[in-house]
């Protein structure tokens, strides 16, 4: 659940605010993970990133609170044994504002991160490799087992269908490379 990762203004503009009834320690929570995540990732291949100026700040900061408290309020919702059409009905408006938050913010969003992981570059020529090598081991020695075990026990669900698609498309740090270089990476 990478992802996601990334998504406010259209919505708050519109009085749509996804982190009502949010509590903040959940938030704060989330945020915690997610930073305690980069550092893992990035912290001996780019010492220099800094997870709270780079996601929690400037273009980043809506978008990445509002899909955090979207996410968080997902995980709920949608922790039923079969997600159906009115489950996603009643979901609809809050996709709706990801969608026009992400519409109205995500390229200023990209840009800011973009300039960070070129600082990285920058910084360490082995950037790439080294974080590549950073993420498979942290999903090795962390996650991959728990992620099976998800896939496994919910098969034909939603997210045990993605889980396991997740474990099919990224087996290997050439995975990760190849789906940075197809997505992540402007061609020549």
Do not use: W
Not at 76 to 96: F, H, I, Q, R
Not at 117 to 141: H, R
Request: aromatic residues 8%.
């Amino acid at each position: 659940m990478r992802a996601i990762i990334f998504l406010a203004i259209v919505g708050v503009a519109f009085g749509i605010n996804l982190c009502k009834d949010v509590k903040k320690s959940d938030l704060s929570s989330a945020f915690a993970n997610a930073r305690a995540g980069s550092n893992l990732i990035l912290g001996a291949s780019c010492p220099s990133f800094d997870f709270d100026n780079v996601a929690l700040s400037g273009s980043c900061k809506a978008i990445v609170r509002q899909a955090t408290c979207y996410g968080l309020k997902a995980a709920e919702s949608y922790d039923v044994d079969t997600v159906n059409y009115g489950l996603l009905a009643e979901d609809v408006s809050n996709m709706e504002h990801l969608g026009n938050l992400a519409c109205d913010q995500a390229r200023n969003c990209f840009l800011q991160v973009k300039a960070a992981m070129e600082n990285c570059l920058a910084e360490n020529e082995d950037f790439v490799a080294d974080t590549i090598a950073a993420a498979e081991k942290v999903y090795k020695d962390d996650f991959a087992a728990r992620v099976a075990s998800f896939a496994n026990s919910n098969k034909g669900s939603l997210l045990g269908d993605i889980a396991t698609m997740a474990v099919d498309r990224f087996s290997s740090a050439a995975d990760i490379q190849d789906f940075i270089d197809q997505y992540l990476t402007e061609a020549p």
